[in-house]
């Protein structure tokens, strides 16, 4: 009998691996569904397109909101006449307490959602007369949980832009604040990441991301800073890749930590739908009583919304 079971066992061993590829390959191809939805999602809502812009000229904000209300469900105002705007190449943050709307201030951003009234400018002009996916390209996009997928490292970064040349890769990989993770790696860009692959934090799958949508030269980076905790050094690569990009074009954050906040041009104070305050960290802690209440409710902890 023992040898009866030794020898199903030996016939079933290959079909145990056959189904553990399987299911590698479909956390994979899950992962890369995830990614194109991101950067190639269907033309809604309806497009108007026009012709691509000329550039725009340097003082004309990159994002602008304009009283812009907006609600998922009759009767359940989320966005009650939103107005704020981002500099070309300024860096703001968007910060207010759960379910304040911040994340849907980023799907309209990206028009996933029209506002029901007001409208959203891009470099100047209604995202409504933008084609989706003309006005996509030009938005980076970088969640918290920001996907790798199964693959090397240097396929992770060219996905978005398979022509990119290795002195693009070796920018956009500083820029991210990477070198160092690429310089620990076996092989490199070649090592492979994703499931199985070398162990990336959270932090430093995010900067993966970063360099990925950085690559495509957006004029503007969508960035939701993790809420988890980081650890110094994720934290300080965080900073310092923020203060880097800001160069390269304009950053709109959804933030949780000082670190970041006080870093921003402009702090953005979103409250049941509404701005409540805007200024920079220093004056909003002068000015701003709900600002106050949202450092002083996370004591002296560094996330100030969640
Ligand atoms: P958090 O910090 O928790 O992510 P947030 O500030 O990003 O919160 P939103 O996710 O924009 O807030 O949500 C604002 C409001 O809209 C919440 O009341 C939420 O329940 C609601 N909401 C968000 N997405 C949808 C949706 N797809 N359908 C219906 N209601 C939604």
Do not use: W
Request: aromatic fraction near 6%; charge should be neutral; charged fraction near 25%.
């Amino acid at each position: 009998l023992a040898a009866f079971l030794l020898y199903m066992l030996y016939l079933m061993s290959p079909v145990a691996a056959v189904f553990q590829a399987l299911s590698t390959m479909r956390q994979g191809l899950g992962a890369l569904r995830r990614i194109s939805e991101v950067l190639d999602l269907p033309g809604e809502p309806g497009p108007e397109p026009e012709r691509r812009p000329a550039r725009p000229a340097h003082d004309v904000p990159v994002l602008e909101f304009q009283d812009v209300r907006f609600r998922y469900e009759p009767g359940r105002p989320v966005l009650r006449g939103v107005s704020f705007t981002v500099p070309r190449r300024g860096h703001v943050a968007l910060i207010g307490s759960s379910g304040a709307g911040k994340s849907t201030v980023f799907a309209l951003a990206e028009r996933f959602y029209d506002p029901d009234a007001g409208r959203v400018l891009f470099e100047g002009r209604d995202i409504r007369t933008l084609g989706p996916a003309e006005h996509r390209a030009r938005i980076g996009l970088v969640e918290q949980h920001a996907p790798v997928l199964y693959g090397t490292l240097r396929e992770n970064l060219l996905y978005a832009a398979p022509c990119a040349d290795p002195a693009e890769l070796d920018r956009v990989v500083g820029l991210a604040q990477l070198s160092d993770v690429v310089a620990r790696s076996p092989y490199g860009l070649d090592t492979p990441a994703g499931e199985h692959g070398m162990a990336l934090s959270g932090g430093e799958r995010q900067r993966v991301a970063l360099a990925r949508s950085l690559l495509t030269h957006p004029s503007l980076l969508l960035l939701d800073e993790p809420t988890a905790h980081l650890d110094a050094l994720n934290e300080a690569a965080l900073r310092r890749s923020i203060r880097r990009i800001t160069h390269e074009c304009a950053l709109l954050v959804i933030a949780h930590r000082y670190s970041t906040i006080r870093a921003a041009d402009l702090v953005v104070v979103l409250d049941g739908g509404r701005v409540v305050a805007t200024g920079t960290h220093d004056e909003l802690l002068r000015t701003s009583e709900h600002y106050r209440f949202l450092a002083r409710a996370q004591g002296t902890g560094d996330v100030l919304s969640g």
